[in-house]
């Protein structure tokens, strides 16, 4: 059974960053990450939040853009950036099957 709301650890540990990035990121794009709050005050996350975190993640890291450009690209169309980030997750997924076989060799 699938979890409706993540922890910003479970988070941070989805995408492999650090739980400090993951709360740096949800502050600097609030029109875009929309964290719940528990009765703690702690932040909860759905996975659209967490699908737009593999974005903002994609943006920043790999194409290297600034705070400022990555929010330019995800107000824009961001079919581009959905797809870049598909075709991402599907090459780390096939790059993990690979060592997979090569640690069986």
């Given at each position: 059974m699938e979890k409706y709301l993540y922890t910003i650890g479970e988070t941070a540990e989805l995408l492999?960053?650090?739980?400090?990035?993951i709360?740096?990121?949800s502050?600097?794009?609030?029109?875009?990450i929309h964290p719940k709050r528990n009765?703690?005050?702690n932040r909860l996350f759905t996975k659209e939040d967490i699908e737009t975190f593999?974005?903002?993640q994609m943006l920043l890291k790999?194409?290297?853009?600034?705070?400022?450009g990555a929010a330019k690209r995800l107000r824009g169309d961001r079919k581009d950036v959905?797809?870049?980030?598909?075709?991402?997750?599907?090459l780390k997924d096939i790059r993990q099957?690979?060592?997979e076989i090569r640690s069986e060799l």
């Open positions: 492999g960053e650090a739980t400090s990035c709360r740096f990121w502050d600097s794009f609030p029109k875009f009765a703690k005050g593999k974005h903002i790999i194409e290297g853009l600034t705070l400022e959905i797809n870049k980030a598909k075709v991402l997750e599907s099957q690979l060592v």
